[in-house]
């Protein structure tokens, strides 16, 4: 089992950024599936999450920004990230949980069932 997640790196306040995971190992089908970041100092915090029914769940300090999509098809979750801020700096996760809400899963880090490893995000000012 394993999530890998790519796209992250440096980018400009304003600029954008497409953060992909791709699952293995399993079918993500049945699964929630987010992404989670976490910046130096501070906790995990859950940014973006869909259900297995594509319901969505965005933390407050992203909505407008970043969209969450997926593809079962292709067993990825996507996250655009647009109007990127230096505080959207961190390390990015992509993480999920079998047959949970997008909210649960985005709320409780300490639920997920599997992580992937990190990708670094950027934003300079």
């Known amino acids: 089992v394993q999530l890998q997640a790519s796209g992250g790196g440096l980018v400009q306040s304003g600029g954008s950024l497409r953060l992909s995971c791709a699952a293995s190992g399993f079918d993500l089908e049945g699964y929630a599936i987010g992404w989670f970041r976490q910046a130096p100092g501070k906790e995990r915090e859950g940014v973006a999450c869909i259900s297995d029914r594509e319901t969505l769940f965005y933390t407050s300090a992203v909505k407008g920004r970043f969209t969450i999509s997926r593809d079962n098809s292709k067993n990825t979750v996507y996250l655009q990230m647009d109007s990127l801020k230096p505080e959207d700096t961190a390390v990015y996760y992509c993480?999920?949980?079998?047959?949970?809400?997008?909210?649960?899963?985005?709320?409780?880090?300490?639920?997920?069932?599997?992580w992937g490893q990190g990708t670094l995000v950027t934003v300079s000012s």
């Open positions: 993480a999920t949980r079998l047959g949970a809400s997008s909210h649960v899963l985005c709320r409780r880090a300490s639920s997920v069932d599997y």
